[in-house]
């Protein structure tokens, strides 16, 4: 069974700087999605950036991008230029071609300070 | 803001009561998936719903049940609840063959005295 493992479970940064948040998994499977999603304090999963497997340019969404490496099983979040609105709880996650189920991590809290 | 609801948004019940979780699903999208999220855990995968079939259950008693109606929207049954079935209940949904993208509701927090 894949397993996704976050090694942060706090973090905090000063508004406007460069953050990175870790994110290792475990998978035997070729084929698959990978996830952040973000957590605010309303409880709403907010999907902040997907990358495919077989994609081997990161993935990119105007302030966040990911540094996805594929031997080392690692998807790293670099978040650009922080935001207060970007306090939230950051998960990583994990999803099979053709299946919808997410498989999390147990997630970084991510605080920006102004 | 996604087109999943969730309701209720908060309830309390009481250890071996039963309750029923909702979920609407977004427009255009045919599975369903339900998650519990411990409070300071990531969600965990409950069940899936396609096409009113289970399609799918993670490690779940069978206590917890589930239905989707031909509308798409979904249903979460927990019976005999536990103290440890507290917890934020979070419904996604997705389109079969779309582009993976899942859609939240913003869960109900369920609290078992």
């Known amino acids: 069974a894949q397993t996704v493992t976050q090694s942060q479970p706090e973090m905090s940064v000063q508004e406007a700087e460069t953050v990175t948040l870790s994110c290792t998994y475990d998978?035997?499977?070729?084929?698959?999605?990978l996830f952040w999603y973000k957590q605010p304090p309303s409880r709403q999963m907010i999907l902040v950036i997907r990358?495919?497997?077989?994609?081997?340019q990161n993935a990119t969404e105007n302030r966040f991008s990911v540094n996805f490496q594929k031997a080392a099983k690692s998807f790293s979040l670099k978040i650009s230029d922080s935001q207060l609105g970007d306090t939230a709880m950051y998960f990583c996650?994990?999803?099979?071609?053709?299946?919808?189920?997410?498989?999390f991590g147990t997630g970084t809290r991510l605080t920006i300070i102004p | 803001e996604t087109g999943v609801t969730q309701s209720p948004t908060h309830l309390i019940k009481t250890r071996g009561q039963q309750v029923t979780l909702r979920c609407s699903s977004q427009?255009?999208?045919?599975?369903v998936s339900w998650y519990q999220q411990a409070l300071g855990q990531g969600p965990q995968f409950i069940f899936q719903?396609?096409?009113?079939?289970?399609?799918g259950r993670g490690n779940f008693p069978p206590r917890f049940s589930g239905l989707q109606f031909p509308n798409y929207s979904s249903e979460l049954n927990v019976n005999a609840l536990e103290l440890d079935d507290s917890a934020l209940y979070l419904c996604?949904?997705?389109?079969?063959?779309?582009?993976?993208?899942?859609?939240f509701g913003q869960g109900t927090r369920l609290t078992v005295v």
């Open positions: 998978t035997s499977e070729n084929n698959y999605y």
């Open positions: 996650a994990f999803m099979f071609f053709g299946n919808e189920k997410l498989t």
């Open positions: 996604a949904s997705t389109r079969r063959g779309g582009n993976t993208e899942a859609f």
């Open positions: 427009s255009g999208h045919n599975t």
């Open positions: 719903y396609y096409r009113e079939e289970e399609n």
């Open positions: 990358q495919e497997a077989y994609k081997q």
